[in-house]
C-alpha cells in the first residue's frame, strides 16, 4: 500500500519539478485539474472530495488546509468515484482508502529528496519546515517511509523513532 501512495506523490513531483517548500498545494491541486473551494462545513467535518471539487472546512489553519488538500488530491488521483459514498462501502474498502491518501499525502508534502536534506531535524523542526502537522511528519518518518528511505536513514545514521 506505502509504494503505490508514494510512488504516485514521486509521479506527480516529476510532473511539475520546480515546486518549491512548502508545497503551494492549491497550485498543485488546481494543476490536476481540481477547483478547492471554502465551505461552512459542520464539525467533524472538514474536508470533502466530490468529482473534481475540494470542499475545506473555512477557518482551519493553513497547516491543516494544505494537509487536506493533499489528502483530498490522493483521492482524486488514486481513487475513483466520490468520497461522499463511503457509508455504502465495506470498512475495509474505506480504511484501504484513507490510509493511501493519509501516505500519499505525506509524501506529496514531504517528498524523499528534500526530506532526506533535512533528516537529522528534530521533529516538530521538520513539521515547520514543511509545513505539516507534526503527526503527520511523525507518521512520514516511520510509518509512511519506504524500505527504501528507512534503509538510507539507518546508512545516514539517524535515529528513525520520532
Known sequence: MISVAAEKARMIHARYPGLLFPI???????AE?????????????????????????????????????????????????NQLRF??????????????AEIFAAHI????PELDKVIDLPLWDLADYFDVPEELAGK???????????ANWEEMNWNISP
Open 87 to 100: 457509508l455504502q462501502w465495506q470498512k475495509t474498502t474505506v480504511l484501504k482508502q484513507e490510509q493511501e
Open 24 to 30: 503551494d498545494m492549491e497550485y498543485l491541486a488546481s
Open 33 to 81: 485539474g481540481c477547483e478547492v473551494v471554502d465551505w461552512p462545513f459542520l464539525a467533524p467535518v472538514k474536508e470533502v472530495k466530490r468529482g473534481r471539487w475540494i470542499g475545506i472546512a473555512e477557518g482551519v489553519s493553513r497547516r491543516e488546509r494544505r494537509y487536506l488538500i493533499a489528502h483530498a488530491l490522493a483521492h482524486q488521483l488514486l481513487h475513483c468515484g
Open 109 to 112: 508534502l514531504m517528498p524523499q
Open 140 to 150: 512520514r518518518v516511520s510509518d509512511f517511509a519506504t524500505e527504501e528511505e528507512l
